[in-house]
């Protein structure tokens, strides 16, 4: 891990004897918080704990990572795909890269911006856990069809939430806005339904696109029968002018 710290030396040569500074870099980081990492996999591994744990500081040294590239974006992909929980709440990452002359290995000082305040973050993660086994097993029947299973999650998210306009709180983004407050965006909504999606062992796709060639939007793609269909779930939950509840089957499973 000493490359972490390495930053130079300098040495002065006398007649019977030689003298050496070592200058030294990152003094404030505690060597025992630095991770040693010896493959991708690996980085991503500590990237996931960090995450949710909603960590904002990771400290890595990847052995023979001097000519490896920081873009850590795929990692970040597929943290999204494969482990939504931790990934949520994510919004940012920066990198620093540290090496020396004198190793192959490099040192990454990563810096994690999260969409709410950390201890925040950690019990939202909690309570969707939760709330994802709770209604696996008293809402979504083992005995459903998988057109059974896909209908119960479309009916009772769109039930349970509210399309929130205009709002500037990030739990909207999130699965836990839908599942625990009853409120959210394409994206809370997506988010929810893949959850539930992958609990009841639903293979499905979270997609991303644009409305009117500009405006962001998200909706999931799930695989019945063999056949891969898409469903828009926040589009099924329209607003009313007059503040109705409204459920459509207009964008499902088209």
């Avoid at 002065?12 to 870099?25: F, G, N, P, R």
Wanted: aromatic share 14%; net charge negative; proline share 2%.
């Amino acid at each position: 891990e000493l490359v972490f710290y390495y930053n130079g030396m300098s040495s002065t040569i006398y007649s019977d004897h030689a003298e050496c500074k070592v200058q030294y870099a990152n003094t404030d980081i505690a060597i025992d918080s630095v991770l040693v990492a010896k493959s991708t996999y690996d980085i991503y591994q500590y990237l996931r704990t960090a995450m949710a744990n909603a960590e904002t500081n990771v400290y890595i040294v990847f052995t023979d990572g001097k000519n490896q590239s920081t873009d850590f974006s795929e990692l970040i992909d597929q943290m999204h795909e494969r482990d939504y929980i931790s990934y949520m709440g994510y919004k940012k990452i920066s990198i620093s890269k540290f090496s020396n002359n004198y190793s192959n290995d490099a040192a990454y000082q990563i810096k994690i911006t999260y969409g709410a305040d950390s201890a925040a973050l950690v019990e939202m993660k909690k309570q969707t856990q939760a709330e994802v086994a709770r209604l696996v097993t008293e809402y979504l029947k083992p005995d459903m069809s998988e057109y059974m299973l896909v209908k119960s999650i479309h009916d009772y998210l769109i039930d349970i939430t509210r399309y929130a306009q205009n709002s500037n709180d990030p739990i909207v983004y999130y699965a836990y806005g839908p599942l625990l407050k009853g409120t959210g965006v394409c994206e809370g909504y997506s988010e929810a339904a893949r959850l539930l999606f992958d609990a009841v062992g639903i293979e499905s796709v979270y997609a991303t696109g644009t409305v009117d060639d500009k405006i962001p939007h998200a909706w999931n793609i799930i695989k019945i029968g063999g056949n891969w269909y898409q469903l828009d779930i926040t589009w099924d939950d329209p607003i009313t002018s007059d503040g109705r509840d409204v459920k459509t089957y207009e964008y499902f499973n088209i």
